[in-house]
């Protein structure tokens, strides 16, 4: 059992019909047929949405988001309309909201990584492949991969895991020129945001993208390259054989399985409230990310 600790009740605002709260995001059609995304300061960990959020996480995770579509705009087309909110909405939807093309989506979590970790080393462990790929003996959690490589998985509800699957199971689903058009676009915007990152200090361990069809295009949708949907290590800390420092939600994982949280992730019961001090690491990490890969101040 996972998903909501405490799901919320959506926001009604006029003029939007309310789609669907996902961990982070609500989801709105305006009267146009757009779609209106919202990013709350929700956190997940463990398939649990969490009862405590994380001040400005939504506003970090957007601002972003529009900086990578910018760094990405010569290699895909992006859904992003207006960052308006609109009309009646609360102020605090100012920063967190944007307003999308509705696209035909496609129903695969497009993965990319650079390196191995997660849910790829442990396959790795296993087979000595990912996602039905071979890679070659000896390495280790963190070890960069010989190229980067594509690693799709299906889309799951709230409170699912993802499953990884092959290439082939993807062109089974979709097409094989969809699929094939989804490997080079995810490669390529892999490459261009590691680059970038590389250049700031950062490692892109790997990252997950998804994209919906506009007509015959091919379109980078939800959000981009932010700590909720890669894995973002400080380069000189970087040394393979564990767990690398991350800008993400580590702080939230490694305390709801101390002892001083007192949960068990293997019950069926939620997880606690998290204490000031992680939420403020977090938020820490979140706002880190944003500055390093920007190079502006976050406000």
């Not at 992003?80 to 605090?92: F, H, K, M, N, Y």
């Not at 396959?123 to 996602?131: G, P």
């Not at 889309?155 to 092959?166: F, I, P, Y």
């Amino acid at each position: 059992m996972s998903g909501f600790v405490e799901k919320p009740e959506p926001i009604q605002v006029p003029g939007l019909v309310h789609l669907h709260t996902g961990k982070v995001r609500e989801l709105y059609r305006n009267e146009t047929g757009d779609l209106v995304m919202v990013a709350s300061d929700r956190i997940s960990a463990y398939d649990w949405v969490l009862p405590t959020e994380i001040p400005d996480k939504g506003r970090v995770l957007t601002q972003l988001s529009l900086w990578w579509f910018d760094q990405l705009a010569d290699l895909l087309p992006h859904h992003v309309l207006s960052t308006e909110p609109p009309a009646g909405a609360p102020a605090d939807w100012a920063g967190r909201t944007l307003v999308c093309k509705s696209l035909n989506m496609v129903p695969v979590e497009c993965v990319a990584r650079g390196y191995l970790t997660g849910s790829g080393l442990a396959e790795y462990t296993e087979s000595r492949t990912v996602c039905g790929l071979a890679l070659p003996e000896g390495l280790v959690d963190g070890s960069e991969l010989p190229a980067p490589i594509f690693t799709p998985a299906t889309k799951a509800a709230v409170g699912e895991h993802d499953e990884n699957v092959s290439y082939e199971e993807v062109a089974r689903q979709v097409g094989a020129e969809t699929a094939a058009q989804l490997r080079q676009a995810t490669l390529a915007a892999y490459s261009r945001a590691r680059n970038i990152a590389r250049e700031r200090g950062i490692i892109l361990a790997d990252t997950k993208f998804e994209f919906g069809f506009d007509g015959e295009s091919l379109v980078i949708a939800d959000e981009v390259l932010t700590p909720d949907s890669s894995r973002f290590w400080p380069a000189e800390q970087w040394e393979p054989g564990h767990a690398q420092p991350s800008y993400d939600k580590q702080f939230v994982r490694d305390w709801l399985t101390s002892a001083e949280s007192g949960w068990d992730r293997r019950s069926e019961q939620p997880p606690p409230a998290l204490p000031q001090h992680v939420v403020d690491a977090t938020r820490a990490k979140y706002v880190e990310a944003y500055e390093r890969l920007t190079g502006t101040v976050w406000s």
